[in-house]
């Protein structure tokens, strides 16, 4: 008999592409996995693996035995969610990978009302770029991922994943109070294009979204510093070298010497999502929780904060 642990080992090295790798997101050594695949190979009789190099390759049967193996635990994962819940209960361990503002504005009001609910519900919490947040949710590796898609930026999602927006969350721009734009209601692109600029990191999806603004002007945003934590940006705001971009989702609120301005024409403004795999759509716990972050979303107060635009 087929032993399932050893076809999610196998899954998981055709997911990550070496043993290490699949030992790494399955939370093994990879001598525990090899040894997986040597039991898978010997109930079957034939190899899964062949050397490559340094790494692995499967071979056709290995290929068609890990798609079989998907289909398998995307069925046990299913019947575990629903037949074997109890949907009045939800209990339960769920792994959630969100992007850091999110983490401040949404997933810790989720916690505090997990409390109050009275679920038995245990959460852990990752803090990713959306694109690694799908990927760890499309393979497994998280039950539960929040998202954001910018209006500039779209976030590409797997057919097997289900997503659900939760809320806008708009961006302003943040300069020191001194600065001429403080004393304007609102900015265009065209009115930025000399700033000197703190942006994420080269390849974040908040970087492509500032690089976007200027892409009809025909410039490129001169950007001096990348650090990926807003924190940091607002910091150096307030000292006056440079200007930013912020969302207000889990924004704190703004030093005094800082303003926030908002961006038009057009507005800068992402949605906020939560994915999930369709085969956790029944779950009790998940259900839960997306009943909470709908409240807490709603309610505007992730969204739209202390830090919320004011003018100098």
Request: overall charge negative; aromatic content about 4%.
């Amino acid at each position: 008999m087929i032993d399932i642990g050893s076809l999610r080992a196998l899954a998981a090295i055709e997911q990550h592409g070496t043993v290490i790798a699949a030992a790494e997101a399955m939370g093994f050594s990879p001598s525990a996995v090899s040894q997986q695949v040597k039991k898978l190979e010997k109930e079957g009789g034939f190899a899964v693996l062949e050397r490559r190099g340094r790494g692995v390759l499967l071979t056709e049967r290995g290929l068609a035995l890990a798609a079989y193996g998907r289909r398998i635990l995307a069925e046990l994962e299913e019947l575990e969610s629903t037949l074997l819940a109890d949907p009045a209960k939800p209990t339960g361990s769920l792994r959630v990978v969100s992007f850091s503002t999110a983490v401040r504005g949404l997933v810790g009001p989720l916690l505090a009302r997990i409390g109050q609910s009275g679920a038995a519900l245990d959460l852990s919490v990752l803090a990713e770029d959306p694109r690694e947040a799908v990927a760890r949710v499309a393979n497994g590796e998280a039950d539960l991922g929040l998202v954001h898609n910018w209006n500039s930026v779209p976030l590409v999602i797997p057919e097997h994943l289900t997503l659900e927006w939760l809320c806008e969350d708009v961006a302003d721009v943040l300069v020191h109070s001194s600065h001429p734009l403080a004393r304007q209601a609102e900015v265009e692109p065209a009115q930025l294009v000399d700033e000197r600029w703190i942006s994420t990191p080269d390849g974040a999806i908040c970087n492509e979204a500032l690089l976007r603004i200027f892409a009809d002007l025909g410039r490129v945003p001169d950007i001096r510093i990348y650090d990926p934590d807003f924190a940091t940006h607002i910091a150096l705001v307030e000292q006056g070298v440079a200007v930013a971009l912020v969302p207000r989702l889990g924004r704190p609120a703004l030093p005094p010497d800082v303003v926030a301005v908002p961006v038009v024409n057009p507005i800068q403004a992402r949605q906020v999502g939560l994915v999930h795999r369709r085969t956790m759509t029944a779950s009790p716990g998940i259900r839960h929780v997306a009943v909470l972050l709908r409240g807490i979303a709603g309610s505007g107060a992730a969204a739209s904060g202390p830090g919320a635009p004011r003018t100098g």
